[in-house]
């Protein structure tokens, strides 16, 4: 703030000062009158005003008694009498056509006393200095903020600067994280501590004929410690580190990204043994000619000159890059290439034993209530990632601090994870209507997802609405999930489709309601990838449609579509298919066992939440096999709709 201050003083001082010089120039000149006149400017003096033919009747009367000229001739103040104020004298201003020889002959004529005063002229040298002064002044603004501009990145100072690399250069880095830091990781971690060893004792792979790799191209989802590993390898190396992100290299200016590549090599073999750190490197090194209007554009010649510069005809010993990417699909496949990537290390989301390493790392500083195993927020986390970890702990102390606790107990652990998940709890349900068919559709995913065999148990069922959902059914698997078969994914279906059964069972089918769009978005998703993907269909053992269905643009402008029309409707019919079933399948299930769902709707319209061994217990209470003949005839009716649609489609 002081120097915000500073700066503005230092721009207000020459505009005073030339304020201050304007106004003693203009102050100077001919509205002062000499000494041998009146001291008051003639447009202060007069009072009243008066026209020169007036004057001139005045004159003629005998009534005026003095005239003191101004402004060569332009304008005069008079001392008249007044036969109207008693004879009293005034004096008035009249604006003269000029200094004519008659009003002078007139004058000198009726005996009136005059003064002529010329204009002050002023010297020539104040006349040149104010000439002078705005240049002056300009010149010198311009030299003040050059200078002051050199300290400061990105000022005018550093015009000549924009070829130089934005790297942060550190001899050794001292990043605070090592090895022992990061957790859920092993294999990229043991990768990676090859490279330090590389840099620490060289001659130990060289006694073999090994070669230090050039490049490790860290590879893997948002979150997974990427970044983190990087910062470990800095920490351990004890080699000057180099680190910069990939949108750091390219600007608006042609030919900046290249220098800045070339600038960073330079400065990295002046240093070597180095590491060199860029973080989002698709940013850079994306495919080249996918763009639009050619490939000759500034992020490609960027690309060219980092490719040249990490396996060209000099080549770069002793300095070894490493890139971190969630996009790889996406990277050129020059850059991919062993000689500038000779590793690429994938980087997933952990298992349950890595999530219990990483919940260990990140409640260190944390202080846990005895009740608290970490092992059961593991088991409760599938699909985490390291970063989702750390805040799912940091949110749990953050309530703690909130109650007034003293430590972190597993309620704070369960809210944080809801919270986490589906997002801020929001106000209670009050409408008795609305908390009821709420429940009956939350409590229709719970017991489907409880009594068919392949869908994962029910964790937790609660009314209390979260985020943009109303209520919440969490089903949690027993083991880690990498394949799945096709019973467990139709299982997923009618699970996600057993709050919609529910609706139609209960209340009839002019009465569902809008609370099931998200699931049937997530039904039409799994089933047309059974069909498309994952040959789960009798259209055949083959796969339609890629897996990654994201979009570059350039590569996937124009898609190609292996398929024809007719096939196109069969993939259609037989998607309309699986779901169908599924949901008659569902409704019969739910129609059997509604006895059971009353029950547990009362309990959750009483208690609000229900844990799944709650949930289980009532079920195990009134669990009933499902048979069509015990169907009421309404119930009946809206099977054999069901049934027959599926046969028609």
Excluded at 51 to 74: H, K, M, N, Q
Excluded at 83 to 108: H, Y
Excluded at 316 to 322: E, H, R, V
Excluded at 633 to 639: C, D, E, Q, T, Y
Aim: hydrophobic residues 40%.
């Amino acid at each position: 703030m002081n120097q915000r201050w500073r700066l503005l003083a230092l721009w207000l001082l020459p505009i005073g000062v030339a304020l201050f010089l304007g106004w003693q120039l203009l102050g100077s000149g001919p509205n002062k009158l000499t000494a041998s006149g009146p001291t008051v400017a003639p447009r202060n003096a007069a009072v009243a005003r008066m026209s020169y033919g007036r004057f001139l009747d005045y004159v003629e009367a005998g009534r005026v008694t003095a005239v003191d000229i101004f402004d060569g001739g332009r304008t005069a103040v008079i001392e008249a009498v007044d036969p109207d104020l008693d004879n009293r004298v005034q004096k008035l201003r009249v604006d003269l056509p000029g200094l004519a020889p008659e009003l002078i002959n007139k004058l000198k004529d009726q005996g009136i006393s005059f003064d002529i005063h010329p204009p002050r002229t002023t010297p020539p040298a104040i006349g040149l200095l104010g000439n002078l002064l705005f240049p002056l002044l300009l010149i010198g603004s311009l030299v003040l903020l050059a200078r002051r501009s050199n300290g400061m990145p990105g000022g005018p100072g550093q015009a000549m600067q924009f070829g130089k690399t934005k790297a942060r250069f550190a001899m050794e880095a001292e990043t605070g994280v090592k090895f022992d830091d990061v957790a859920g990781v092993e294999e990229a971690k043991q990768d990676l501590q090859e490279v330090v060893t590389f840099l620490k004792t060289p001659e130990r792979f060289t006694s073999v004929g090994a070669r230090i790799p050039k490049g490790v191209l860290l590879v893997g989802p948002p979150g997974t410690g990427k970044t983190l590993l990087a910062k470990a390898i800095a920490g351990e190396a004890g080699v000057p580190f180099f680190s910069l992100s990939g949108s750091e290299f390219v600007e608006m200016f042609v030919g900046v990204g290249a220098s800045r590549v070339r600038d960073l090599f330079k400065r990295a073999k002046e240093n070597t043994p180095c590491l060199i750190f860029i973080d989002e490197i698709d940013a850079v090194g994306r495919q080249r000619g996918a763009g639009i209007g050619g490939g000759n554009d500034e992020r490609e010649q960027t690309l060219n000159q980092l490719l040249t510069e990490m396996d060209g005809f000099e080549g770069n010993s002793g300095i070894i890059i490493i890139a971190a990417t969630n996009r790889a699909d996406v990277l050129d496949s020059a850059l991919m290439r062993p000689g500038r990537f000779d590793r690429q290390v994938q980087v997933d989301p952990p298992d349950i034993k890595g999530r219990l390493s990483i919940l260990e790392v990140h409640s260190r500083n944390k202080k846990l209530a005895d009740g608290v195993s970490l092992e059961a927020i593991a088991r409760r986390t599938p699909g985490f990632t390291g970063a989702d970890l750390a805040n799912l702990l940091n949110e749990a102390a953050i309530l703690t601090a909130r109650r007034r606790k003293e430590a972190i107990s597993l309620a704070e652990i369960d809210d944080a994870v809801d919270r986490v998940i589906a997002g801020m709890e929001g106000k209670p349900l009050t409408d008795g209507r609305s908390k009821r068919l709420i429940a009956y559709h939350e409590v229709g995913h719970a017991i489907v997802g409880t009594l068919i065999k392949d869908h994962d148990p029910v964790q937790k069922v609660t009314l209390i609405p979260r985020g943009q959902a109303q209520g919440l059914t969490w089903f949690s698997p027993d083991e880690e999930q990498m394949l799945v078969s096709r019973a467990q994914l139709r299982a997923r279906i009618m699970g996600a489709l057993g709050g919609r059964a529910a609706e139609d069972v209960v209340f009839g089918h002019s009465e569902v309601t809008t609370g099931a769009g998200g699931d049937i978005q997530q039904v039409a998703s799994i089933a047309r990838q059974m069909v498309t993907r994952f040959g789960m269909s009798d259209i055949g053992q083959f796969s339609l449609e890629a897996g990654n269905q994201e979009v570059f643009l350039g590569r996937d402008l124009m898609t190609r579509n292996d398929g024809s029309d007719a096939l196109a409707s069969r993939i259609d019919d037989a998607v309309r298919q699986i779901v169908q079933t599924c949901y008659v399948d569902t409704v019969k299930l739910v129609a059997a066992n509604r006895v059971c769902i009353d029950r547990l709707v009362e309990l959750l319209i009483e208690k609000e939440t229900l844990n799944g061994e709650e949930f289980r217990s009532v079920v195990a209470e009134f669990t009933q096999v499902p048979e069509k003949e015990r169907y009421s005839p309404i119930l009946n009716a809206v099977v054999s709709d069901r049934e027959t649609v599926t046969q028609t489609a």
